[in-house]
């Protein structure tokens, strides 16, 4: 008997965002940097796998990213615009399916610190944007190996977060 073969599980494409009512005013380009912006906090995590990294032929990219000489994107056509597992170490794949689900971890995520710019697909691949959402991913991290990195990620109420974030942006 042959050992059973993983799955790969996309966890999100390009495509998927681009494809139907796309802002009409942005370039197709914008439909990738929620994605490139977490490729790049597992990058920055030792959370790519470094079989794939050989494989796909990242490592440059990886490393470009890596040392702040590209934007958060740089893997964009690389990896054709997926977050896929097969991407992946044990860890990240882990810790992506327990935040990553649609309307609930890091697209929720997403939202909160971008406001309606994430809705518009408006939010620039520079490291501003990464150094804002990554503070959150940490502390998701954080609290998800906190509680024995459970399969899905428990979410607190992000009301007294967005209350703490609003006082310190002066308003």
Not at 32 to 37: L, R, S, T
Request: proline share 7%; charged share 30%; net charge negative.
């Amino acid at each position: 008997m042959q050992p059973e073969e993983e799955s790969v599980i996309e966890y999100d494409i390009w495509r998927w965002h681009t494809d139907g009512s796309f802002p009409k005013d942005q370039l197709p380009e914008q439909g990738y940097v929620h994605i490139g912006v977490y490729l790049t906090w597992l990058i920055n995590h030792d959370m790519l796998d470094p079989e794939w990294i050989a494989r796909s032929g990242a490592k440059r990219a990886a490393a470009a990213i890596t040392a702040r000489d590209e934007t958060p994107c740089a893997l964009r056509d690389i990896t054709d615009g997926r977050l896929a597992s097969d991407m992946l170490t044990a860890e990240g794949r882990v810790f992506t399916g327990a935040y990553y689900a649609p309307q609930y971890g890091y697209p929720k995520d997403w939202r909160w610190v971008f406001g309606r710019r994430a809705d518009r697909y408006d939010v620039p691949d520079e490291w501003d944007t990464y150094d804002r959402i990554a503070r959150v991913i940490d502390d998701r991290h954080t609290a998800w190996v906190e509680v024995g990195r459970p399969e899905l990620m428990p979410m607190p109420n992000l009301l007294p977060s967005w209350l703490t974030f609003w006082r310190s942006k002066g308003r």
